[in-house]
């Protein structure tokens, strides 16, 4: 059974940090293509990052290029996203997923997010003072 638990969502001022977590069961996420996404309330989904499966080359929106980084601990099969320099419209519920390893994070970012294929539930962040 396949299964991608988000954490480390939370209440933070602007300005601050976070840092999400994303483990895997079931496969291995460095076998995948794998993203972070985010939906406001009101808001389309948006495609935060990506990290490709084998030379784990990294993409952003242009919303968060130079604040965010997207990793990924193999040993763990955990992906992560490091959120630097909030700011409140960043509040949303941030999501992780993968995609087949064929897709590259050029395939799927920013118009196909459809080609992802599995999700997991989903970690509120809001940025508020």
């Known amino acids: 059974q396949f299964q991608l638990v988000e954490s480390g969502g939370g209440l933070v001022q602007p300005g601050g940090s976070l840092r999400l977590s994303c483990t895997a069961s079931?496969?291995?996420?460095?076998?995948?293509?794998t993203g972070w996404f985010r939906q406001a309330p009101g808001k389309g989904r948006e495609g935060v990052a990506c990290?490709?499966?084998?030379?784990?080359?990294?993409t952003y929106a242009g919303s968060v290029k130079g604040r965010f980084t997207i990793s990924r601990d193999n040993a763990k099969n955990t992906l992560y996203l490091q959120m630097n320099s909030l700011k409140p419209e960043d509040t949303a519920l941030y999501f992780c997923?993968?995609?087949?390893?064929?897709?590259?994070?050029?395939?799927?970012?920013?118009?196909?997010?459809?080609?992802?294929?599995?999700w997991g539930q989903g970690t509120q962040v809001t940025v508020s003072s």
């Open positions: 997923a993968r995609a087949n390893p064929i897709y590259s994070c050029s395939d799927l970012h920013p118009t196909g997010l459809d080609l992802y294929d599995f």
């Open positions: 990290i490709s499966s084998s030379v784990s080359k990294t």
């Open positions: 079931g496969f291995t996420l460095d076998s995948h293509t």
